[in-house]
């Protein structure tokens, strides 16, 4: 008998340990669900900020938890599961009392599911009221124990807990309901957060705020009896008021952020260099400079740090989902007419190549080049005057003229050598200087950018580390400093403060595209306004539209200016009679110059190429210069004779193309034509 107890000991400690192995073996052969779960595609800004997060493919908020408020974690695991750190995926304890009190009760009074659990029950999306769903929950629970960490599980919890609609995880709660990363959390957020995946839909603040507010009660409750919080800050948390609303996600950047993740579509994680502060405010600029122009115009804005070639704000659209704006168009990328913005450049190679300096004379009279007979904006004359103010003036005939001498393969290979891709119908002719191409917003700001850093281009980029300084030079520093120095002696907008801004305006034909671009020591931004499908605006003006959204830009940026760098050691700063003798005049070479007498009259509302509505059949128009009285034909047939007024309303017939002509008392005409509305 004595023999047979160690046999029976020994068989029993076998047996169980046949058991043991079984149980391993059935847990190791477990399927266990896919571990890994699509989440939002992200962009952040250059400290972390979450600029804009995208749904994943079936439209619900699932993102990666990140950094979480160690608060939260430790009252999860007290109110959920507080064996979570000791047991090996099932708490018998839990499930045995779960079970007493359901049949006492009558009724579920508590549950036995462990945060293990809860995560197998979550990757495999199953229900918990049928006993065969329990069992395999149990089996999932103890695999996942066996192949992760604690933390890892704990990760997975708060990736795919349930918040009520679309929300997943305790990240995008966060984000919806209190607007805030969870890394820093109030008791009251946290205990709502531990509260709301229980019953998710039921318990939703935005549509149930007072069982939200009892549920996030009785967790606080139960974290001062686990001595989790102290008294005080449980009656603390009591008092402070449940979300009643979602709040958006962060959106900011929108077209970046669509540009980067169709770039890159398999990555999660797009970091940027944008500053979401400046970028917050820029697009709230945006808004309000467009507000009061209609409902059509649009506006694009960028900034960088030029020292550095980051990007800081890129702002695509006035709004990006106002559709009569076209706001889905990134017009930062759009290619437009830069009017007179490369009239900078023409001078800067004039100076690079001893043509010109800022104190040349330069004629400014009627000239023909060939064919070509350029006129200035306004179409008046200043006759002989410096460089530098005829380039202040952004007058058309003294930058032609330099253009021709230069030659306009010149000025493209600069743009070229700036990182821009000019775009062109064909060879490049003098109208180059004057906007004769297509450019990007963030092209001429890059191509600026070299002004800025004295005739050293770079590569602006949106990503940390890809902004690099380009090989090849503009120009030399002399000449990059007198065009700035030029331009930074320009008047600011009126109401803007009076500072030392190196800035240029343009107007592109027909007043379909508004710019400024300027530049300090450090940094340099650009303004577009227009309409992104191409049409006229009419009667705007760079200088009087761009200009003051442009100083507002880097009012936002910073309370004071950079300092502009110091003149290179080689730079001539001499006034015109101390000038060398081929400097002190410039003559283009093959230019025929006229003597007439400027005066002819000319339309100066509603441009031309303009799209102009009539009211109650009528056309207000406007004429500058000639002689009264005015003599107006719409088609070549008098709708106004021997009117001495400058401001007359026209009978016309519309919609449709009309030809205007306004005949002065001398004969002298002209014309546009415009389209009515």
Not at 27 to 46: D, G, K, Q
Not at 399 to 428: I, N, Q, Y
Request: aromatic fraction near 6%.
């Amino acid at each position: 008998m004595r023999r047979a107890v160690p046999f029976l000991l020994v068989a029993l400690l076998f047996a169980v340990a046949l058991v043991r192995d079984g149980f391993d073996r059935w847990v190791a052969a477990t399927v266990v669900p896919p571990l890994i779960s699509e989440t939002s595609v992200e962009v952040t800004a250059r400290d972390g900020t979450l600029l804009r997060a995208f749904t994943v493919a079936d439209g619900r908020w699932r993102m990666e938890p990140g950094p979480v408020d160690p608060l939260f974690a430790n009252m999860l695991i007290a109110y959920e599961d507080k064996r979570f750190r000791s047991h090996s995926g099932v708490d018998l304890r839990a499930m045995a009392r779960a079970v007493a009190q359901a049949a006492w009760n009558g009724r579920v009074v508590s549950g036995g599911s462990t945060l293990t659990m809860q995560v197998a029950r979550l990757l495999e999306e199953t229900g918990t009221g049928r006993l065969s769903g329990k069992l395999r929950q149990i089996r999932v629970a103890l695999a996942l124990e066996h192949r992760l960490s604690k933390e890892e599980i704990l990760g997975l919890y708060l990736r795919l807990a349930p918040y009520g609609g679309n929300l997943e995880g305790v990240r995008a709660a966060s984000l919806a309901y209190f607007g805030k990363e969870p890394r820093r959390l109030t008791p009251a957020e946290a205990a709502l957060l531990v509260a709301l995946p229980q019953a998710p839909e039921a318990r939703r603040p935005d549509r149930a705020p007072k069982a939200a507010e009892v549920a996030r009660a009785r967790v606080l409750a139960r974290m001062e009896d686990a001595g989790v919080l102290a008294p005080d800050r449980v009656r603390a948390a009591l008092t402070e008021p449940v979300p009643k609303a979602r709040r958006a996600f962060p959106a900011l950047a929108p077209h970046l952020a669509e540009a980067l993740r169709a770039a890159e579509p398999l990555v999660q994680q797009h970091a940027t260099t944008i500053d979401a502060g400046l970028q917050a405010a820029l697009e709230s600029l945006a808004a309000r400079a467009v507000a009061r122009h209609g409902e059509r115009l649009s506006v694009a804005i960028l900034v960088a740090d030029h020292r550095t070639g980051e990007i800081l704000a890129s702002v695509g659209a006035a709004e990006w989902t106002d559709e009569a704006r076209a706001g889905f168009i990134d017009m930062t990328a759009a290619r437009r007419s830069p009017g007179s913005l490369l009239k900078p450049f023409v001078y800067g190679l004039a100076f690079d190549e001893g043509l010109a300096h800022p104190e040349t004379l330069v004629e400014d009279r009627p000239v023909a080049f060939g064919t070509y007979a350029p006129q200035n904006f306004d179409r008046a004359f200043r006759g002989t005057l410096p460089v530098r103010e005829a380039l202040q003036l952004s007058l058309n005939i003294p930058v032609v003229s330099l253009t021709e001498a230069l030659g306009p393969a010149r000025v493209m290979a600069a743009l070229r050598r700036a990182g821009a891709a000019p775009e062109l119908d064909g060879p490049p002719g003098l109208a180059v200087a004057l906007g004769g191409v297509g450019l990007s917003l963030r092209e001429l700001v890059q191509a600026y950018a070299a002004l800025a850093r004295l005739g050293a281009p770079v590569r602006l980029s949106e990503r940390p580390g890809e902004a690099d300084a380009l090989p090849q030079r503009l120009f030399r520093p002399e000449a990059a400093w007198s065009v700035a120095d030029i331009l930074s002696g320009l008047a600011p907008p009126p109401g803007a403060p009076r500072n030392r801004l190196a800035y240029k305006t343009g107007t592109s034909y027909g007043h379909r595209d508004a710019w400024a671009i300027g530049f300090d020591g450090r940094h340099v931004a650009g303004v577009w306004m227009g309409r992104a499908d191409g049409s006229s605006v009419p009667g705007a003006f760079g200088g009087d539209l761009a200009a003051p959204v442009l100083f507002q830009v880097f009012g936002r940026l910073k309370p004071a200016l950079d300092p502009l760098p110091p003149p290179p050691p080689g730079t001539l700063i001499l006034p015109n009679a101390r000038l060398p003798q081929p400097l002190q005049r410039f003559r283009p070479r093959d230019a025929v110059f006229s003597d007439a007498v400027p005066g002819a009259p000319e339309v100066a509302f509603p441009p031309d190429g303009a799209e102009v509505e009539t009211r109650d059949g009528a056309l207000v128009v406007k004429v500058r210069g000639g002689a009264a009285p005015f003599t107006w034909l719409a088609n070549g047939a008098p709708v106004a004779v021997a009117s001495r007024a400058r401001e007359e309303e026209l009978p016309v017939a519309g919609p449709g193309y009309v030809t205007l002509s306004v005949i002065d008392a001398a004969g002298r005409s002209a014309a546009v034509s415009v389209v009515l509305r």
